[in-house]
Each structure stands twice: as structure tokens, then as C-alpha cells.
């Protein structure tokens, strides 16, 4: 079978890594990559020569010899270019959130289905080994019932301009929680505030609500002295942290509970239980690389990609609740479904 032939528009911070690892594969060629800014082009040029350079979107959008397209632009032009891509018969990677408005990201869905082309949104951590590690834990129920979830997503910078702290760090949590909780969100509550610019705000907390009572938290600011990347689970049976950013103890599992008393009267407590913490060892790869690759298989093989066009449609129509709900001052926001 010849290569997949790729084509990327945006080689921004985030799309060099993007541009990086899809070169890296050798299933795979990045034939031509487009780009509004002439020094980032010339980098490409100079670091990948093989690779057409342009700064039109249209060139791309135009060529007959590119089987699918990485988007890794600013969240406002994504749904335009990704529309445009599946219209015109290309699979299609787009980084999160893959639109702003749900509306956008149903138009998303339908042309996957109707042009038979993927569409997968770069929710990272769906790739990352240590959540898959997690994820089959909570499979196996090894948790026991999910109670709730929290993460903390804090940096300094990198502060943008056309979209806030919730929308640029949320969804990366927003689709862990949705994999590890497994249910149907119903309301988002969010309180926010903007330091640095009119609008954009750059520190919200955000409090998800789960039809069978469960809860997400989510602290995103990149107004914060500390960069923080975990999550905290809280199960009936277990509980768990996933902290990115340890470089060897990516989880610990923590034998730890309450235990409700068998008969409730005067006397009676709730005893807890506090067993041995345990940190398992788990094969470590780049979970880009993984994403990136596992795009060029389902091109190759049909697959569905685990983050498809559905699963970024879940994660967009939280944040238009959440942003809703940030703009009214922090009021519960229903989620709506069409």
C-alpha cells in the first residue's frame, strides 16, 4: 500500500509538535504545508525541504494528491477549513476543540458520514497510556462507582487572544472525564475571571454534573506560579491520581474508602479504610506520536478514530454550555442535546 499523503495548514506552537511526529511516521509523507506567517515557512522549508510550502489554504484545499489534512490553526478557523476539507473528499485531523459553536461541530459530523471521510479531533489524552492505563482499570471496576473527578490544568502562559483559559485547556479534561465517567452530562456551572485581557478569561473552575450524580471539577488558568497537570479520581473502592508531569510515577492507585455502617443508629459511624498505595509500571510512549499514528492507520485501514467527529461534538457542546454559564456569572447551564 503507498503512503498516506498529508497536508498541514498551521505551524504554530502546537503544530510544529503536530508536524514533527506526522513526518516521523513512515507510513506516511507531509507533502505540503501551508501557513500565513513567511518565517514559519521558511523554518519548514529549511527542517522538512521535501515538503511544498504555501500560504493559501485554498492551494490545499485545491491539490488532487493529498489523501487527508491536519489542521492545527486557531480555534476560530477550525470548522471553516474542516468543513471545507471533508467537502472536498480529505480525512481530516483538526486540533480541539474542532469548533466553537455546537451547531458547527453537528455540520462536522454529518460530512464524516456523509463523505465517508474521518474526522478526528486531537483530544491527546485519549492516547495517553497512563489514562489508558486508568481507563481499564475503571473498565474492569477496579474503582468500584465513579463519585467524582477533579483536575488541575495551570501554567504560566502561553496567554492567547482569541480564545480563553476554559477553552483552550478545558477540553483535554472534558474528554477524560466523559471516557472515565462513561455518562451523560446535564448541566455545567463555571466561574471565571479575566486579569490580563477585556473578555478572555484566564482562570475558570468549572463544575460538570453527570445524570447518575456524578461530578467533574476542572481548574484551567494560564495565570498560575505552578504548571500542574493530574487528575484525581474518587471511586467506592479506589482512588486514583494521574500526574503528567512526574516522570516515573505517572499513577498512583491509593486503597482507600469509606465503609457506611450496616445498621444506622445512634452509635453508628462511617469507618474509613486506608490500604497500601500502589504505582504501576507503565510502558511510556508519546502520546502525540500515538495520536498521530493512530490518524494515519484508520486512514489506512478504515477504522473509526477514537476521537471522532461524535466525540468532539460531546466535547464542544460542554464548552458552549460552560462559556454560557461563565458569561452569565457562573449560573448552572443545562446542556443541551438536539
Known amino acids: 500500500m503507498p503512503n498516506i499523503r498529508l497536508a498541514q495548514i498551521g505551524v504554530g506552537h502546537w503544530g510544529k509538535n503536530l508536524l514533527r511526529n506526522f513526518n516521523s511516521i513512515p507510513e506516511c509523507d507531509v ?41 492545527a490553526t486557531e480555534t476560530p478557523s477550525h470548522f471553516s477549513i474542516a468543513r471545507a476539507a471533508l467537502e472536498s473528499g480529505r480525512h481530516v485531523f483538526v486540533e480541539k476543540p474542532m469548533a466553537e459553536y455546537t451547531h458547527e461541530a453537528e455540520t462536522l459530523v454529518s460530512l464524516s458520514d456523509e463523505t465517508g ?7 491527546l489524552l485519549l492516547y495517553h497510556p497512563a489514562f489508558n492505563y486508568v481507563e481499564d482499570l475503571i473498565q474492569a471496576n477496579a474503582l468500584g462507582d465513579l463519585y467524582y473527578i477533579y483536575s488541575v490544568r495551570v501554567n504560566l502562559g502561553i496567554v492567547r487572544q482569541k480564545e480563553n483559559a476554559l ?24 466561574h471565571a475571571h479575566a486579569y490580563l485581557q477585556p473578555d478572555i478569561c484566564d482562570v475558570a473552575f468549572s463544575t460538570i454534573f453527570f445524570e ?55 452509635a453508628e459511624s462511617m469507618t474509613t479504610r486506608v490500604g497500601d498505595i500502589s504505582i504501576p509500571k507503565i510502558q511510556m510512549s508519546e502520546p502525540l506520536q500515538l495520536e498521530c499514528s493512530h490518524f494515519v492507520d484508520c486512514i489506512r485501514t478504515g477504522q473509526s478514530p477514537r476521537s471522532d467527529a461524535r466525540n468532539g461534538l460531546s466535547v464542544v457542546r460542554l464548552l458552549e454550555a460552560a462559556q454560557q454559564s461563565l458569561e452569565s ?7 443541551q442535546y438536539s
Not at 117 to 123: D, I, L, S, Y
Not at 172 to 186: E, G, R, T, Y
Not at 241 to 252: C, G, L, N, T, Y
Not at 329 to 335: H, Q, S
Open 212 to 266: 447518575n450524580g456524578a461530578l467533574a471539577h476542572l481548574h484551567t488558568s494560564w495565570l498560575d506560579p505552578h504548571k500542574v497537570r493530574r487528575v484525581t479520581l474518587v471511586g467506592s473502592k479506589k482512588m486514583v491520581v494521574i500526574d503528567e508531569m512526574s516522570s516515573a510515577e505517572k499513577v498512583r492507585i491509593y486503597d482507600k474508602g469509606v465503609h457506611p455502617p450496616e445498621y444506622v443508629g445512634f
Open 167 to 190: 477553552q483552550s485547556l478545558a477540553p483535554h479534561d472534558l474528554s477524560v472525564a466523559l471516557a472515565f465517567l462513561n455518562q451523560k452530562p446535564v448541566a455545567v456551572a463555571v
Open 117 to 123: 471521510c474521518h474526522c478526528m479531533v486531537g483530544h
Open 329 to 335: 456569572g457562573g449560573d448552572k447551564v443545562l446542556v
Open 31 to 71: 507533502i505540503a504545508v501551508c501557513d500565513s506567517n513567511s518565517s514559519v515557512l521558511d523554518f519548514v522549508e529549511y527542517q522538512y525541504p521535501h515538503a511544498e510550502t504555501t500560504n493559501s489554504v485554498d492551494e490545499i484545499l485545491h491539490r488532487d494528491d493529498i489523501d487527508g489534512i491536519v489542521i
